[in-house]
Each structure stands twice: as structure tokens, then as C-alpha cells.
């Protein structure tokens, strides 16, 4: 399920906009919401559903969430893709002994 609910949080290209905006450092969910053209309801839904996924962690401040990558995540995703393609570079011998 992990797999399928990271794959689904990315299919959204706000949500990739958030995750890139977030690869400069943690921002709050207004900061993150004056990038978009969409409600502030809308933004919070969004980071519900990357924070669900594991691919951001916030933390509150005060009256203020900031939210952050979690690159762990994101890091497991691409070494699966990576793995799904199979080797490049380096590929293995794979000819007579």
C-alpha cells in the first residue's frame, strides 16, 4: 500500500509543484498556498494527502505549520524506478565465464 499511496500523491502536478517547492526548505502552509490559484482548503488537502503518503512532515510552531520533504521517501521511490530500469552505467557482465 505504501508504494501505491506515494505513486498516487505524486500523480498530482500540484502536489510535485509543493514537493519542489519544499526541496529550498520548510515553508508554511500559507506560504506554500500563495503559489497556487486554488483555495486555501484545496492546498491543505493537498498537503494532507503528500503528508499521508510519508513525502512531507510538519511541525508546528505556534499558530503556524511548516512543512518539510521527507526525502526518505522520496529516495525509495526512486530506487525502485532505478531498479525497474535495471542497471545503467555499469551493466553486469552477463557473456560467457
Known amino acids: 500500500m505504501g508504494l501505491q499511496q506515494t505513486l498516487k500523491a505524486l500523480a498530482d502536478p500540484i502536489r510535485r509543484e509543493i514537493l519542489n517547492l519544499l526541496k529550498n526548505g520548510c515553508l508554511s502552509a500559507g506560504e506554500i498556498a500563495d503559489h497556487f490559484p486554488v ?3 484545496s492546498v491543505s488537502r493537498h498537503l494532507s494527502v503528500l503528508k499521508e503518503a510519508d513525502l512531507i512532515r510538519d511541525r508546528r510552531e505556534g499558530k503556524y505549520i511548516y512543512y518539510e520533504l521527507n526525502a526518505s521517501v522520496l ?3 526512486m530506487l ?3 531498479d525497474l530500469k535495471g542497471e ?3 551493466e553486469k557482465d552477463t557473456g560467457g565465464e
Open 39 to 41: 483555495t486555501a482548503a
Open 75 to 77: 529516495e525509495e521511490v
Open 80 to 82: 525502485w524506478i532505478t
Open 88 to 90: 545503467s552505467g555499469h
